[in-house]
């Protein structure tokens, strides 16, 4: 089957002018970073060996140790565990893998996320998610909401959507009278636009395939504020047009055709982008970093993973729930760590405004990758 490679690398303006947060810069920070990027890479060394039906979740505590949560205490895991421990500390690492006993197996989860997410707005849920520390199905839900964590009957009774009955145990109830936004009002690190919208451009790509854009040049977009054929400037310079878009399922993009216009991978306080290959699992608790053309760098960690939401019609799942700061105007701001994460896509936020119960969710850069059959990924400039 032919094999399709995909380059990304980040295109923000050189002349970006925005107000910038700055991470801690001491000794602890700087070896907590150090710990957690180890322990998301032995994420993806345990999951490119065990499948979902074969633990019961990962996270990253707040030491930076990657946990494991298993469902029993099966030779094979614990042979791995022991084993990549092993290679970390040959790495000087500063880290372990540990692990802890779980009661559902990610594979049921993710089967009660999606059976839930095929019934979002029933009792007014409007999100529903993953907590893999705590093993756990978050359910978002509106302040009118009829759903309560106190009676195991109203529970039974409100979840029996297409048949779906849970134990009650299994769930942990959100209330907002919040509203979940596009964080799209352009700029990208500077100010990008199409017509009115607003939004920040972070990545580009080289696109390499078989189709009629093989080999162009282009700057990539949140696509809930795209269409195919939308013109897109910078001030009054025009700056290309957008040729593919998607806003649905994990995907929130739109390629914009580069006409002869010079980026580059640094940031305006002259900060790079790290490159690497994306994580193709990130966990929850990894520390992050966004950088939005309003809001300029903010910096969190993954809440909770597997996201589903409806907006505005459109279906997302597979999506992240983080604490990092995004206004509208972000939209599309690149998420890193010490590798690409994913794209600022939507905001919870109290009349336009970050309060302390609102979070940001971005989308995988992995999956837009993966996405027919790309699975090599490079970083680069243009």
């Given at each position: 089957?032919?094999?399709?490679?995909?380059?990304?690398?980040?295109v923000i303006q050189i002349f970006l002018l925005l107000p910038v947060n700055v991470f801690a810069s001491d000794f602890?920070?700087?070896?907590?970073?150090?710990?957690?990027?180890?322990?998301?890479?032995?994420?993806?060394?345990?999951?490119?060996?065990?499948?979902?039906?074969?633990?019961?979740?990962?996270?990253?505590?707040?030491?930076?140790?990657?946990?494991?949560?298993?469902?029993?205490?099966?030779?094979?895991?614990?042979?791995?565990?022991?084993?990549?421990?092993?290679?970390?500390?040959?790495?000087?690492?500063?880290?372990?893998?540990?692990?802890?006993?779980?009661?559902?197996?990610?594979?049921?989860?993710?089967?009660?996320?999606?059976?839930?997410?095929?019934?979002?707005?029933?009792?007014?849920?409007?999100?529903?998610?993953?907590?893999?520390?705590?093993?756990?199905?978050?359910?978002?839900?509106?302040?009118?909401?009829?759903?309560?964590?106190?009676?195991?009957?109203?529970?039974?009774?409100?979840?029996?959507?297409?048949?779906?009955?849970?134990?009650?145990?299994?769930?942990?109830?959100?209330?907002?009278?919040?509203?979940?936004?596009?964080?799209?009002?352009?700029?990208?690190?500077?100010?990008?636009?199409?017509?009115?919208?607003?939004?920040?451009?972070?990545?580009?790509?080289?696109?390499?395939?078989?189709?009629?854009?093989?080999?162009?040049?282009?700057?990539?977009?949140?696509?809930?504020?795209?269409?195919?054929?939308?013109?897109?400037?910078?001030?009054?310079?025009?700056?290309?047009?957008?040729?593919?878009?998607?806003?649905?399922?994990?995907?929130?993009?739109?390629?914009?055709?580069?006409?002869?216009?010079?980026?580059?991978?640094?940031?305006?306080?002259?900060?790079?982008?790290?490159?690497?290959?994306?994580?193709?699992?990130?966990?929850?608790?990894?520390?992050?970093?966004?950088?939005?053309?309003?809001?300029?760098?903010?910096?969190?960690?993954?809440?909770?993973?597997?996201?589903?939401?409806?907006?505005?019609?459109?279906s997302l799942s597979g999506v992240y729930k983080s604490s990092y700061k995004a206004l509208n105007g972000d939209s599309?701001?690149?998420?890193?760590?010490?590798?690409?994460?994913?794209?600022?896509?939507?905001?919870?936020?109290?009349?336009?405004?970050?309060?302390?119960?609102?979070?940001?969710?971005?989308?995988?850069?992995?999956?837009?990758?993966?996405?027919?059959?790309?699975?090599?990924?490079?970083?680069?400039?243009?």
């Amino acid at each position: 089957m032919f094999k399709r490679f995909l380059c990304v690398f980040l295109v923000i303006q050189i002349f970006l002018l925005l107000p910038v947060n700055v991470f801690a810069s001491d000794f602890k920070s700087l070896i907590r970073i150090y710990d957690q990027d180890a322990s998301a890479m032995s994420l993806q060394n345990f999951l490119s060996e065990f499948d979902d039906s074969e633990y019961a979740g990962a996270y990253i505590d707040d030491y930076g140790r990657l946990v494991i949560n298993l469902l029993d205490e099966d030779s094979e895991t614990i042979d791995f565990i022991r084993k990549e421990n092993e290679t970390l500390l040959r790495n000087k690492s500063n880290t372990k893998i540990i692990y802890k006993h779980a009661q559902y197996s990610m594979s049921y989860l993710k089967s009660v996320v999606k059976q839930i997410s095929n019934n979002l707005s029933e009792k007014g849920i409007f999100g529903v998610s993953i907590d893999e520390e705590k093993n756990k199905i978050v359910l978002d839900v509106y302040e009118s909401s009829e759903l309560k964590e106190s009676s195991s009957i109203e529970w039974k009774d409100a979840l029996k959507l297409s048949g779906f009955c849970e134990k009650d145990d299994l769930f942990i109830i959100n209330k907002t009278d919040m509203q979940l936004q596009t964080t799209a009002s352009m700029r990208p690190g500077a100010k990008y636009k199409i017509g009115n919208s607003s939004f920040t451009v972070a990545w580009g790509a080289i696109i390499e395939h078989s189709g009629t854009n093989n080999g162009k040049e282009v700057f990539l977009i949140p696509g809930h504020c795209s269409a195919v054929n939308n013109n897109v400037y910078f001030g009054s310079t025009y700056v290309g047009k957008v040729i593919e878009r998607d806003f649905g399922g994990c995907y929130d993009f739109g390629y914009v055709e580069n006409t002869n216009h010079s980026m580059t991978s640094v940031f305006a306080n002259g900060e790079s982008l790290p490159y690497g290959s994306p994580y193709r699992n990130p966990p929850q608790g990894l520390a992050i970093t966004s950088f939005g053309a309003v809001s300029g760098k903010q910096t969190g960690k993954i809440l909770q993973t597997n996201y589903s939401t409806i907006y505005s019609g459109i279906s997302l799942s597979g999506v992240y729930k983080s604490s990092y700061k995004a206004l509208n105007g972000d939209s599309g701001a690149p998420v890193y760590s010490n590798a690409p994460i994913g794209m600022q896509s939507l905001s919870l936020l109290s009349n336009g405004s970050w309060v302390s119960s609102s979070y940001s969710v971005f989308v995988p850069m992995y999956n837009l990758c993966e996405r027919n059959s790309v699975h090599d990924i490079f970083l680069t400039t243009f």
